[in-house]
């Protein structure tokens, strides 16, 4: 088939270039020309596993163009996605300025049946003004469909998420559309969803929403176990085996972060709000996530009871491992909230320093994590990548200015830890520290 994908941002290159593998003929566009200019020269502008080679090989067998004009885009594919972004508004509401603009330009440049379908991540209820916006600016009576294909994407396993889906939800108002994407989908092998507009709209919402909430219910449930001696982590493992809840996203630390989750939940309770209901809960799960970080910053101050002119050892920026992703990074208000106080920071990430660079102001960056130890104060774990997990101890402690370690992912196990002589704290560990 051929498809175009509007916005060449995260969700849209890993689309492209998965539909691209599929064996379809893709065009990403964007109107950040700089951004195309570096994609056709394969540059790709973030760190995901395995997307730059599955973009190379797609292009050099054809399948897969970049483009700046979204004319080019619109008259050259029967199937377009809208992938640009939706950033938060000061008051939490998503910004559909770029979905807007982009509807009015596929309006303007359809000639023939298309079929537009919105990935971005949407409030219920874009697909009527989509659906409207088209009408209005459209020129002549052409044929065309709206329909709501949300991604679950996971940073860091995108690819992996976009071709072996759990399932894949498509929205839509007409028998042409459905078959359309039910073709497209096929050689995914994976079950499909198909619902109305709104509820795929709904239905991502709901599930970012929900998985935050499970993130935030062990996080409040890690303060329960600090203060009765119990371990987060088999509190989970005991509730996780229970099918009904399953095991994943229960896992305590120090918040979620990311592009999604954040921006997601507020826009959400804004949904709500402007459609007359309270989300009282998904206002908790904000709040809990908001705390846990004064939760680690009083573990830390616990151990070291002055922070003032301490150093601190940060292993860790993106919001979560193998992406150099640190937007709503827990790491960011950490750092600021400890320079506050007027702690200094080392820290190390593999992947995430020259994004940080641009952000952090008066922090020292590291080669390894070794180097953030030596002189440290104190060795604070934020973000879990593999490389933290199997430090050598002994040496970890000799550079370190006291053997002081706050885990805020919970990757070590505190008895071995204490064994070798260092001050462990966890979190929701206190049944071991
Ligand atoms: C999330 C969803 O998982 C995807 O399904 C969705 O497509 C995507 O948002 C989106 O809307 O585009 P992502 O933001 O890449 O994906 O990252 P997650 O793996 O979901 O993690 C989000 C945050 O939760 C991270 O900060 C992570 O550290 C935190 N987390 C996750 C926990 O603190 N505990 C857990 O047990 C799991």
Known sequence: MNISIIGSGYVGLVTGACFAELGNRVICADNDIKKIAHLKKGIIPIYEPGLEELVAHNVKKKRLRFSSSIKDAVKNSEIIFIAVGTPALENGEADLTGIENVARNIAMNMTSYRLIVEKSTVPVETGEWLKRTISTYIKRKIEFDVASNPEFLREGQAINDFMHPDRIVIGVESKRAKEVLTNLYKPLNAPIVTTNIKSAELIKH?????????????????????????????????????????????????????????????????????????????????????????????????????????????????????????????????????????AKIKVYDPQAMEKAKGILRQVRFCQDPYEVCRGSDCLLIVTEWDEFKELDFAKVKKLLKRPFIVDGRNIYEPQKLKKQGFTYIGIGRKGYE
């Open 206 to 342: 709901a599930c970012n929403a929900f998985l935050a909430n499970k993130i935030s219910f062990i996080n409040a449930i890690s303060r329960i176990c600090d203060k009765v001696g119990a371990d987060v982590k088999e509190v989970a493992d005991g509730m996780g085996l229970d099918k009904r809840i399953g095991a994943s996203f229960l896992n305590a630390g120090v918040g979620y972060g990311g592009s999604c989750f954040p921006k997601d939940v507020d826009a959400f309770i804004k949904i709500s709000e402007k459609l007359g209901y309270d989300f009282a809960l998904l206002k908790a799960v904000k709040n809990i996530n908001e705390e846990q970080k004064d939760f680690i910053l009083k573990k830390l101050k616990d151990i070291l009871w002055i922070v003032k002119d301490k150093t601190i050892g940060v292993l860790g920026l993106s919001f979560k491992p193998n992406t150099d992703d640190i937007r709503n990074a827990p790491s960011l208000d950490l750092i600021n909230a400890l320079q506050t106080e007027g």
